[in-house]
């Protein structure tokens, strides 16, 4: 397993030594400089290989081993016209990333609004800070302060009524941070950052589009990608819908195993893959995520490693410990070591899989600090750290089991 760090770029706060101290040797990055559906060209792409791979005498090398993200325009997610030209810059960066020596790249397909939380400081009984996402304030967010269309029939009259309450003890800045967090977005999504009213009206271009032609959509969009990420050697892995479920009446698509079987059957190559985001599955009770590392093993091109917790309205989660929360990491590692043994026993040189410890506590000396939410350094040392026990332990075990010829 490739022990892999999200990094933002040159302007992140986390360095590339620190990436080192902290035990990771693949690099997470994008170009996230770019506009949505501008190519990537050669250049630009080597350039930041260059910074990532390239190290002062002595330090431990780095290489940028997977591309999270290339965004998908939202015109190729509802097929407005003219979306081929999207669809074409999408393969032209594929292409120009395969040139440079990159053969990974992670994207997803929610409408509009990529990952979403409410509140980026949920303080935990350590003192340390979580990310959550909490459905009464949700719902207050898409009923009182968004105003949304249709808001009132997606709610019961009990969550109605809490998410009134909830929205009376908000004040004034409360209230415009609860709306940034949703649809200003949080680091590293690969959807564009709204206003209220500019979001309203790219709410209005989904009205028309059901789950049924989300999901053509994206079939649509991996028959034209997938043959050219084939032919150049890309491994792309799409990402999960974080929260798994329809938010704000968008559809969501990408959320448990039927969703994944339909897409790798419609189109059925190895390249067409899968993101293995735990902590974004796992909100969902009905997603058993050791079957699914097991189900999908050949598909899966990455996993981000992070537990959830889910709460008593079963809506509600916020991000636990690595090791300590409604997944069964331990399982799943063993899942993704099983799944790398059989690439090895096909004797396939590609057989290892990287894996980041997706977001972390904001704890210790990061407390206080300005540091992009879920990305602070120490609660992701923390989390790799225990991660690599965990690895270190099952391969450990296997290693034993092979000396003694078992
Ligand atoms: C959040 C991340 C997402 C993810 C994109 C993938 O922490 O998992 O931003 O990178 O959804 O396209």
Redesign the pocket.
Known sequence: MEQTWRWFGPGDSVSLDHIRQAGATGIVTALHEKATGEEWSQEEILARKALIETQAPGRTPLRWSMV??VPVHDDIKVQAPGFERYVATYCGTLRNLAACGIDRV???FMPLI??TRTDLAYQLPSGAAALRFDADLFAAFDLFILEREGAQADHTSEQIARAEKTLAGLDESQRRKLTANIIAGLP???TEAHTLDGFRSALERYTLVSPERLRQNLVDFLKQVVPVAAEVGIRLAI?PD?PPRPLLGLPRVVSCAEDLRLLFKAVDHPCNGLTL?VGTFGVRADNNLTSMACEFGPRIHFA?LRGIKREADGLSFYEGEHLASDADMVGIVQALLTEENRRIAEGREDYSIPIRP??GHQMLDDLGKAVNP?YSAIGRLKGLAEIRGVITALSYKDRLRVNQGA
């Open positions: 999270e993200s992670c994207y997803n990529d990952w590293g999504r690969a990402h974080d985001c981000h997706d977001h879920g």
